[in-house]
């Protein structure tokens, strides 16, 4: 089995089995490579979305908590942390 360009050519001759000869052209391989391509791209702006998104979201608890815990020092709140861990350790042993 030969698999290769040919020299000086746009296509690629490929050979399988004994004297069957078929022909791939150029724009046949530029089509996979644009489907693979694109794929890609979107799989990975995707990915870069989901990302940002919640890494923002993890921006915002964290600045509520910091929030909660800058009123609770300034004693304009009181804040029960013990039963805020409780639901926490809910939350995540639930998930």
Do not use: C
């Amino acid at each position: 089995m030969l698999i290769g360009p040919a020299l000086g050519s746009t296509s690629i001759p490929m050979y399988f089995g004994l004297g069957y000869q078929a022909e791939k052209t150029q724009s046949d391989n530029d089509f996979y490579a644009g489907t693979v391509g694109g794929d890609f791209f979107i799989g990975f702006i995707t990915g870069y979305v989901i990302k940002k998104v919640i890494k923002l979201a993890a921006v915002i608890v964290g600045l509520f908590i910091a929030t909660l815990a800058f009123l609770e020092y300034q004693r304009i709140l009181s804040v029960d942390w013990h039963k805020i861990q409780a639901l926490s350790q809910n939350g995540i042993e639930a998930g």
